[in-house]
């Protein structure tokens, strides 16, 4: 198979659907970050003694800020930060350079940060996986202190930059016992209800021949796994946040509130979004949790499968789901600000560097027909699918079929 991509200029929000191939793309919106860099907490290096001055400033938490985001103290005073969570999901504070934090605070609540006496300038930031990246973080400017940043503060960039993520070596392969993502989609099953029950959990996976990351998942597995069914099915899903951090889910599939079936899950919750398939196609759900790119961009996504009406028989189906991959640390999580920058690493098939060429799909025979359903889930670039060697016959795309075969005789080649 080929990804033959063009430039992304263009992120459209739609769905596309085809019988023959299919193709799901969504857009997400980068956001703006401006992440100030201070120098550390006081480590007693400074010559800035304590003054007998005590200072209390009140901070605000929300989706993704810190209000303040630049508070200005005098050197020598004993610093406490009466940090409020004005958002909808928990939140903690934690400074620059020790162990000084606020635990994590439910919407709502509120708890004081005991900082000490400040000799120079330090940041603060929440530590929840994404949100620091996203723009909450705090900068504590210390006036007086005889250096910014010389005083000991952090000079390390690689947040800001993107760098200090695993790399990928195109050469390696993977270990004996690695298995590909199987890619044969299952018939419709019986029944017009399906009940499914899926757990967002965080778990270490292999990305690449050798490279680990921590994927943000449904049922451990990513993508995650293929809901399919007929149009008039009612879908009955439970999730369950068997994570450490909130998680939530939304299905392009449904038409239901916002609000309430796709508000996010903190850690043990649960819910259950039920929706009726009222069009066919092939949808994305994904993590809906902000930022939503950085749970998308960390594996949350997968696909639903809705028959057309009298789709006709094939010898094989498949599913492949595009999706970009941006690295963090061996073992971390995504790297949030190559997401925001567009800059992947790999753009893959069904989770894993070039899998299908360590492990072909060969069992289909010369005179088969095969029906493969392509969706991209992002979070960013467009798909461009191809497959060297033959012609795509039928073609369906938003819900009808562009193409199908006829005393036209037509085809088509590569499926935006």
């Known amino acids: ?30 956001l ?7 120098a550390g907490k006081s480590d007693g290096t400074s010559s800035v003694t304590a003054t007998g001055e005590r200072q209390t400033v009140e901070v605000m938490l929300a989706e993704f800020s810190v209000t303040p985001a630049t508070i200005e103290v005098a050197g020598g005073t004993d610093l406490t930060l009466r940090v409020m969570n004005h958002g909808t999901m928990a939140h903690d504070l934690a400074v620059e350079g020790g162990s000084t934090k606020v635990p994590m605070l439910a919407p709502g609540a509120s708890a004081d940060l005991h900082v000490g006496v400040v000799s120079k300038s330090m940041q603060a930031w929440c530590t929840v996986p994404g949100h620091k990246e996203a723009g909450m973080v ?13 005083a000991g503060g952090s000079t390390d960039t690689s947040a800001a930059t993107g760098g200090g993520g695993a790399t990928i070596d195109p050469n390696a392969k993977p270990a004996p016992e690695w298995k590909p993502f199987d890619p044969h989609l299952a018939p419709a099953p019986g029944g017009t209800e399906h009940q499914v029950t899926l757990h967002a959990k965080e778990t270490q996976a292999e990305v690449a021949p050798g490279v680990m990351q921590e994927r943000w998942t449904f049922n451990g597995q990513t993508p995650g796994p293929v809901l399919r069914g007929r149009v008039g099915d009612l879908f009955t899903v439970t999730l369950v946040n068997d994570g450490k951090v909130g998680h939530s889910i939304d299905f392009h599939a449904s038409q239901t509130n916002m609000d309430q079936d796709m508000r996010t899950l903190n850690p043990g919750e649960s819910l259950v979004y039920q929706f009726t398939a009222q069009y066919s196609g092939i949808w994305m759900y994904h993590c809906g949790t902000a930022p939503i790119l950085h749970h998308i961009g960390n594996g949350m996504f997968g696909a639903v499968v809705i028959d057309p009406p009298d789709l006709a028989p094939v010898d094989h189906e498949y599913v492949m789901v595009q999706s970009e991959m941006y690295l963090g640390a061996n073992g971390q999580p995504g790297d949030l600000t190559k997401m925001l920058a567009n800059k992947p690493d790999a753009v893959v098939f069904n989770g894993y560097y070039n899998q299908y060429k360590f492990a072909p799909i060969s069992d289909v025979k010369a005179g088969e027909r095969v029906r493969i359903w392509v969706l991209d889930a992002g979070p960013s670039d467009i798909s461009s699918f191809h497959i060297v060697g033959t012609i795509f016959d039928t073609v369906y795309k938003e819900g009808d079929y562009m193409l199908r075969p006829g005393p036209a005789h037509g085809g088509s080649q590569t499926l935006d």
Not at 32 to 37: C, E, H, R
Not at 138 to 150: K, P, W
């Open 138 to 150: 705090l900068a504590i400017h210390v006036t007086g202190a005889a250096s910014e940043v010389a």
């Open 1 to 30: 198979m080929d990804d033959d991509r063009t430039p992304a200029d263009e992120r459209p929000g739609t769905s596309l659907a085809f019988g023959t191939v299919a193709l799901g793309i969504v857009g997400v919106t980068a």
């Open 32 to 38: 703006v970050i401006a992440l100030l860099v201070g």
